[in-house]
Every structure is written in C-alpha cells, then in structure tokens.
C-alpha cells in the first residue's frame, strides 16, 4: 500500500501574506492562520505530499533533528486534517518534486494553526444551498 | 456520447427576464435611472415607481446625464405593483428560520440565480454578458437587509465580471485619498466612518466599496448607512435624519437604521478614493478602574497600531468572502495583494467620535 498523500481542500480559499497563511473555509465559515514553519508545509501540500516527503523537505531547508521535524509535522497534518484543510487520497500519485533546501539552514519554528470562529454565526444564518440536477437545494457544504 | 446538460441557470434568467418585460409593459413601460458607478455606466431599469422609491434612490448621487450605452444593465420589478410573478423555480423551495437568510444558489458557466428564502429577493444575472434582473414580492415591503445594500448581489456579480470587487469594508480621506475601515459586523465601522464624513471628510461608504484592484481606489455605491441606535446617539444625528423605517432587526445583529449621507454631512459623499492604508477600528472597553483609579469614559484618546499584512487580511478578507456568496478566489487575492502594497493599523477608537474622526484624518495626511 502507498503511503496517503495530502492536498489542500478544494473547499478553501488562501493566500500567503508576510509569511503567514490566511485560508478560509468556505463549507464552514470558519478561517484560519498558519504560522512559523507551516507556511512551508502549506507550500508544499500545494502540489500534493506525503508526510514523508514534507519532513524530508523540511529537514533540508531548517535547522532541527529529523526527529523534531517529523513530530512537528505529524501534528500539523493531524490538526489540518481535523479543520478539513487538506484531504488525503491512497492512490499511489506522482511524488511532486519536493523543493529542497538550497540556501543556508534556517531555525526551525513550529508550525502555528490557529482558527477563527468569530464569523460562523452570520455564515450559518445565511447559508447557502446549490441546486442539484434533480432541482433539490442542498447545502453547500 | 452524452448530450450537454440543459442550463438550468440561463433557462430561469431568460424566463426572469420575459417576466420582467411583462411587468414593464403592464406599469406603461420602464423607467430607467443612468449611473456612473466604478467608471462603469450602470443602467437600472425599473417596471413602476413604488420600487425606484423604495430601492434606488440611494443611487441618485451618482447619476449620469449624459447619453450613452450602458456597460451593465439591471432590469428591476415587484409582484405586488406589476402582477406579474415571477417564474416556478426549477428549484425546492426552502423554509427560512425567523432571522435567518439561506441561499438556493443555481450556477452554470453563462448564469447565476440567488433566490434568498429570507428576504425573498430574487437575482439572477449573465455577469459576462453584463446584465441582471432583480425581483421582490412586494416594493413596498422592502426587506432591512435590501435596503441597506441595494441589489448587492446583481451588483456584485457584474461589477466582478468586469473587474471591480465588492469589498465589506468602509473608505473614508480627504483630498480623493483614503483608507479602507476593515472589520466584521459590529467593529464600529460605520460609526467611524460617519464620524469622519460629520466632520467634513470625503466618505465612500461606511459598509460595501467597490475596489479596482490594479489602481487601489474604492468607489462608492449607495449613499446610505445602517448605524445602531447607539451609534445614532453618540454621533448626535438628528431624528429627521433617520430613514422612517426606524430601526429595524439586521441578519447579522443589533437593529440598525438607514440615513442617508447626502442629507446628513452635504458634499462630503465621495464618488472614488485611492486607498492608502487599512485600518481596523476596535472599540476598546471603557475602563471604570486601573490601579485603583477611575478612569472616565471620555479621557481616551484613539490610538493608532501598526499591524502586519496578515492581520490586516484577516480583519478584511472573512467577512468580504464569506459574505460574498460567491468562490471569492479573485477577491482574497485582490485583498491580499491590497495588505502587501499599503500599511495596515488597528485603531483603538475613542468614545469621542470627533476625536477618532481627527485622528484618522492626521492618517491619511501623513500617509499623502
């Protein structure tokens, strides 16, 4: 068996703004900002990875032990998974060339996610539903 | 291989808009008022005069005298002046919880059609092809959330196909440059922005701009704003001032009224700004005691912090595309791109509304 690899959803909307990345959920109305070094993992679930590959990416391009790397990663995967930023497939893909470092190493700052839930309410009162080919509205979502 | 699928989408607008030439033809033809809005020339078309008073008189500040085709056309009309109704939906109806506003969205490449289960307001536009239709059951029963940003949703369609981006945000400056006020439903936007247009600035707008991403100007559309009724005493605004609707319950929050700006601060309504900074007004809680000592509502001054880029998105870019209804792709890197070129500020307001309108005032000359 392959091993999963992760994507961006194609339910949010994001853009990369002085090293942080801002993405909104348009299923849910929540937002998020990613932080330190989750901008760089971001960049690279862009093209589709895996955990494997994005750690090794890392390690390349930041200062820290695979190990930390690797742990650090796992969780960011798990909290993006958990917010539905990103999905994961099992169908054995085309490993996307994984930029490796080529400068000098930088340190190594964990990954920040924090979400905004501050805009939920008005998106909930106001919902909207796609009209499917039968002529049911269905959420959105 | 398989036929297309029909375009349910493009059906229902064609049938919308067959209706409308009828509900023009039974009120003895349409009125049209001419706009220049966003260096575009906007041409609503209304079947009878209940809904040209009831919807677009906002609109009157930016009319057009002088002939010419129009770049974008809305074609408006009510069931209960016309007695025309509008086409069965291809669509089920759904219910609307008191308060709440959903959507039934039907999309193809060539249409879009909004019917709000709420408002009941009906849209359906060829945003390439430039036009729209519009309808309420009844114009003289317009619902709060029509009132206060006027076929927004027709607007928002054709103004993006031609490149113009509804932004939820306010624009206020002086001498046709401004910032943008950023902030959700409740952030103090509209009272800031009022603020400055009674004290003598330039105002665009205190909730929805329309901005032209490669030049960074905001242009206006309607000439009114919705404040609460606190933000109505704080500013002093007098009661005559105050739409007769009175204060009416919001989808998002406390009750607001209208006033219409061109009667309140004359000649200060602003067709066009070129945005120069972001700002993100916070209303900070008054502190009855710190060490001990009172402090009194009053003494505060507003203060001015810089914030990154990237707060600055976060203040601007939720509310705008959740909001819109639509993908916002292009809108969050119009916004994004916006926070990359000019500086963004977190304004601490005062309670004193003639001091804030001072302070971002003395923004705006120091940015030039």
């Not at chain 2, 260096?39 to 930016?62: M, N, Q, T, V």
Request: proline content about 8%.
């Amino acid at each position: 068996m392959s091993e999963p690899r992760f994507r961006l959803s194609p339910e949010i909307v994001h853009e990369t703004v002085d090293g942080e990345v801002i993405a909104i959920d348009l299923a849910s109305g929540s937002y998020y900002s990613l932080a330190g070094s989750g901008p760089a993992v971001w960049e690279l679930l862009g093209g589709g990875a895996s955990e494997a590959e994005i750690g090794a990416a890392l390690a390349s391009r930041f200062e820290a032990d695979g190990e930390t790397i690797a742990a650090a990663v796992s969780v960011l995967l798990g909290q993006l998974q958990e917010s539905n930023l990103v999905v994961s497939d099992e169908q054995p893909g085309e490993a996307a060339p994984v930029a490796g470092g080529s400068g000098e190493k930088i340190p190594f700052e964990a990954p920040r996610l924090e979400r905004y839930t501050d805009m939920k309410d008005y998106f909930l009162l106001d919902p909207i539903h796609e009209v499917d080919t039968a002529g049911w509205p269905r959420p959105a979502a | 291989m398989r036929a297309a699928p029909p375009d349910i989408a493009s059906e229902y607008f064609e049938q919308l808009r067959g209706r409308y030439e009828q509900a023009a033809a039974a009120t003895g033809g349409a009125g049209t008022l001419d706009l220049e809005m966003a260096g575009l020339r906007l041409g609503l078309r209304y079947a009878g005069e209940p809904l040209r008073e009831a919807l677009l008189a906002p609109f009157d500040h930016l009319a057009c005298r002088e002939a010419g085709d129009p770049d974008l056309m809305i074609s408006l009309f009510d069931t209960a002046s016309t007695g025309v109704a509008p086409p069965p939906p291809p669509w089920e109806p759904i219910a609307a919880e008191p308060g709440a506003n959903p959507v039934v969205r039907l999309r193809s490449e060539r249409a879009c059609v909004l019917a709000a289960a709420g408002s009941r307001a009906l849209t359906a536009a060829l945003p390439a092809e430039g036009v729209a239709v519009f309808h309420l059951p009844d114009a003289a029963a317009i619902p709060a959330s029509e009132r206060a940003a006027p076929i927004r949703e027709a607007l928002q369609l054709l103004m993006a196909a031609r490149g113009r981006l509804m932004i939820h945000a306010g624009a206020v400056g002086s001498g046709g440059r401004g910032v943008l006020l950023v902030g959700r439903g409740g952030s103090g936007k509209s009272t800031l922005a009022l603020s400055c247009a009674l004290a003598g600035m330039e105002i665009v707008a205190d909730d929805y701009v329309l901005l032209d991403p490669a030049s960074l100007a905001v242009h206006a559309m309607q000439s009114t704003a919705k404040l609460t009724e606190d933000s109505v005493a704080r500013l002093g605004i007098p009661t005559g001032a105050i739409d007769a609707a009175g204060f009416e319950p919001t989808f998002e929050g406390p009750a607001k009224a209208l006033v219409d700006v061109r009667g309140l601060a004359p000649g200060c309504l602003s067709r066009r700004l070129e945005i120069r900074a972001v700002v993100a007004p916070a209303v900070s809680l008054p502190q009855t005691t710190y060490n001990g000592v009172e402090s009194r509502l009053g003494e505060a001054e507003p203060v001015f912090r810089a914030i990154s880029a990237a707060q600055g998105l976060r203040a601007v870019a939720p509310s705008t595309i959740i909001q819109s209804g639509f993908g916002g792709e292009g809108s969050l890197a119009a916004l994004a791109d916006l926070v990359r070129r000019v500086p963004s500020y977190a304004l601490e307001l005062s309670p004193d509304p003639v001091a804030n309108a001072a302070a971002v005032d003395r923004l705006v000359g120091e940015l030039g």
